[in-house]
């Protein structure tokens, strides 16, 4: 049985940075693409960034590029997103997501954590 669980989210002040985590187990990881994405409050829910974990290359909204780096832990199967210069339009629920997809779309990842809260105050 798969599982993504996410932790790290949290209130900081805007300026500021939170590292997210998110364990996988159930599988073995290696041949999955990771996404993270995110849903503010009466939005759609959008891509933030990914990893192809057998070689780590990663991608960025753009919105995020530069601020955000999204990373992984072979040896604890784990992704991590480290967020810094949050703004408050960064807050939103942040999900993790597997898929074996190459460059899936968002409703071609097969597996979802159940979110961490991010809440970036001005």
């Known amino acids: 049985q798969v599982q993504l669980v996410e932790s790290g989210g949290g209130l900081v002040q805007a300026g500021g940075s939170l590292r997210l985590s998110c364990a996988a187990s159930g599988r073995t990881f290696s041949r999955y693409r990771m996404g993270w994405f995110r849903q503010a409050p009466g939005k759609e829910r959008e891509f933030v960034a990914a990893i192809r974990w057998s070689v780590g290359s990663t991608y960025y909204a753009d919105s995020v590029k530069g601020r955000f780096t999204m990373s992984r832990d072979n040896a604890k199967n784990t992704v991590y997103l480290q967020m810094n210069s949050l703004k408050p339009e960064d807050t939103a629920v942040y999900y993790c997501?597997?898929?074996?997809?190459?460059?899936?779309?968002?409703?071609?990842?097969?597996?979802w954590g159940q979110g961490t809260q991010v809440t970036v105050s001005s």
């Open positions: 997501a597997a898929s074996l997809r190459t460059f899936p779309l968002e409703y071609e990842y097969d597996y």
